[in-house]
């Protein structure tokens, strides 16, 4: 079974400080991983993703995250915040490959992040 | 290109009642999973359909029911709600992948249907 752990609920940093939410993973595989972005009463949006190739993916709105296969994390960055990046962020993992495996995203329990101005 | 559209936005039942949603996926995708989010939590897996055929389901009871059809929108049916039931629900499409998987696709959400039940 895979799971998602993301350290941190409630995440608060001022307006062009750096932005770091902790995403770490179980998996008996390395699995796809990704963050998605949610707006109050809307729905998710991706911001990044990583399936296989170069550890360091970059996604919108300036965000980045790398995986650390050895340290089974997925963090997610930003160096500089801006209030509309206020917002709830989930990280969330998929098995590789095809099957019945291909379907399910594991999401974690969210991180809301909050910027002072 | 309209996104993935989902109706009602919100709804109130109350305890014992039946609900359906609904989901018309992004054009051109053919995958749709359903995800329940309760308050204060990530989404949780409900099902997924392909074909008009539940392809994976999660750990929700058989009250949860859904059907895709030939254009690729689908339903979620909850039978018998309980309390517990109060979530959001966010229906998310997917391209197909090659061979007809869609491992790395990436899933793209609606705005969910809040539903309360009283």
């Known amino acids: 079974a895979q799971s998602v752990t993301q350290l941190g609920s409630h995440v608060s940093v001022s307006e062009g400080a750096l932005v770091l939410l902790r995403c770490n993973y179980s998996s008996s595989v390395p699995p796809y991983l990704f963050w998605y972005v949610q707006y109050p009463n809307q729905g998710l949006q991706l911001l990044l993703k990583y399936t296989t190739g170069a550890t360091l993916v970059k996604g919108i709105n300036g965000f980045e995250a790398e995986f650390k296969k050895s340290e089974t994390s997925f963090h997610l960055t930003k160096p500089s915040a801006h209030m509309s990046d206020a917002a709830e962020y989930f990280c969330a993992v998929r098995r590789p490959g095809g099957g019945t495996s291909y379907g399910k995203l594991t999401f974690g329990q969210g991180t809301i992040l909050t910027v002072h101005p | 290109d309209a996104g993935v559209t989902q109706s009602p936005t919100h709804l109130i039942k109350t305890r014992g009642q039946q609900v359906t949603l609904r989901c018309s996926p992004k054009?051109?995708?053919?995958?749709v999973s359903w995800y329940q989010q309760a308050l204060g939590q990530g989404p949780q897996f409900i099902f997924q359909?392909?074909?008009?055929?539940?392809?994976q389901r999660g750990n929700f009871p058989d009250r949860f029911s859904g059907h895709q059809f030939p254009n690729y929108s689908s339903e979620l049916n909850v039978n018998a709600l309980l309390l517990g039931d109060s979530a959001l629900y966010l229906c998310?499409?997917?391209?197909?992948?090659?061979?007809?998987?869609?491992?790395?696709?990436?899933?793209?959400f609606g705005p969910g249907t809040r539903l309360t039940v009283l």
């Open positions: 054009s051109g995708h053919d995958t």
């Open positions: 359909y392909y074909e008009e055929e539940e392809r």
């Open positions: 998310a499409s997917t391209l197909p992948g090659l061979a007809g998987t869609s491992a790395g696709n990436e899933q793209f």
